[in-house]
């Protein structure tokens, strides 16, 4: 009988929290809207990639070998080329953020583009977004790169170059960074689901007077952790699926591992997640201070400490040291896994086992600090 009694309270308290759940449109919205909201504007709005670059091309004396070189540019989606006619014109238009670049072709350049002493070619990049000045400058050295490629198989010769560079991209051959983000902001939107949901739970059930008529109650602990765990554990799955929906068939991301490993590891960071969310709502007792709590300590961590969009080994030490007592870091590292590369085992059981005994460490605490008294 008491097994069963269990079963009925248990079954009572989900119910109870289903219902709670229905009734307050917010719960729906973190579970389901805010996830589309932020895979649109991470997926659409922003891009590591730097595209339709406004790059000055300065010419001296066009002839053949310029025309063929400069027309690398109109033909490349990264730059967006503008025709100057002197170098200081382009030098103005650079200081004035007109342009993010300048190409400049000397006089000689048709006669001298070999020579090693006085090369004929100058290029100029704006520094002062170092990322995107190194983006210019490499997609510039491909464009001459291929041009000189091209040069030699006109003239029937060979390319007198000391090193022939071949590139090979693995795992994300079209160096798109929306196959980067989309799988980070998943993880970003899995700990706001988790943490922002449970952080609101038992600190309702406080200030709404609720939480003393579930103590004297013969539900147990046990039973309360539960029956408000299980509910928001289905609806952040439900959560993810509609993120892997978005990211598959909207953003076109690949998935080269398995479902299955999907599913699995993001439920073990889910509990994670969820077990920070109770943490806070059992010590703060109020929902603004949760929410808050829950955002400084789960989100933001994750957004910065994560992997996700700052590499984490080009980080300080210290900081970098700090990174392993982020939960998310070890989703990122499995998401970006899953989604490019596959089911690399070597990767994903350390940061599962590590998702799994935080789970464990967090979901102890609670069941700890959370009695049936009113202290």
């Not at 389901?32 to 895979?39: G, H, K, Q, T």
């Amino acid at each position: 009988m008491r097994r069963g009694g269990g079963f009925m309270r248990l079954r009572g308290m989900i119910r109870k929290e289903w219902l709670q759940i229905l009734r307050d449109p917010s719960s729906i919205a973190i579970a389901f809207v805010l996830p589309m909201i932020l895979l649109l504007l991470f997926g659409y709005g922003v891009s590591l990639d730097a595209k339709h670059v406004p790059l000055a091309l300065v010419v001296e004396k066009p002839d053949q070998r310029t025309m063929s070189f400069t027309a690398g540019f109109y033909q490349s989606e990264y730059f967006r080329p503008v025709p100057m006619h002197t170098i200081q014109e382009a030098e103005t238009a650079l200081r004035h953020r007109v342009v993010d670049g300048i190409v400049w072709l000397r006089a000689n350049f048709g006669r001298d583009y070999l020579k090693k002493d006085a090369p004929p070619i100058s290029v100029i990049v704006n520094g002062v977004d170092a990322n995107s000045g190194r983006l210019i400058q490499g997609y510039v050295q491909g464009v001459w790169v291929k041009w000189l490629d091209q040069q030699a198989l006109e003239s029937g010769g060979a390319l007198n170059m000391p090193v022939r560079v071949e590139q090979r991209i693995w795992y994300n051959p079209e160096v798109r960074s929306r196959n980067y983000l989309v799988p980070g902001i998943i993880a970003v939107i899995m700990t706001l689901i988790g943490a922002l949901l449970t952080a609101l739970v038992i600190s309702r059930e406080w200030e709404r007077g609720t939480m003393e008529a579930l103590l004297v109650t013969p539900v147990s602990v046990r039973e309360i952790l539960l029956g408000k765990l299980l509910p928001y554990f289905i609806l952040g799955m439900g959560g993810l699926t509609l993120s892997v929906a978005m990211a598959l068939l909207v953003f076109e991301v690949p998935l080269r591992g398995s479902m299955a490993v999907l599913f699995g590891c993001s439920a073990l960071f889910l509990l994670t997640a969820l077990g920070m969310g109770l943490l806070i709502s059992t010590l703060s007792r109020n929902q603004f201070v949760a929410a808050q709590v829950a955002i400084i300590v789960t989100f933001l961590p994750a957004f910065l400490l994560s992997g996700f969009i700052f590499d984490i080994a080009s980080m300080p030490a210290g900081i970098r040291n700090l990174t392993y007592i982020i939960a998310a870091r070890y989703y990122v590292s499995i998401l970006q896994t899953v989604f490019l590369a596959g089911d690399v085992w070597s990767v994903i059981w350390p940061n599962a086992a590590a998702l799994a005994a935080m789970a464990l460490f967090f979901l102890a605490i609670v069941r700890r600090k959370t009695r049936k008294r009113l202290d």
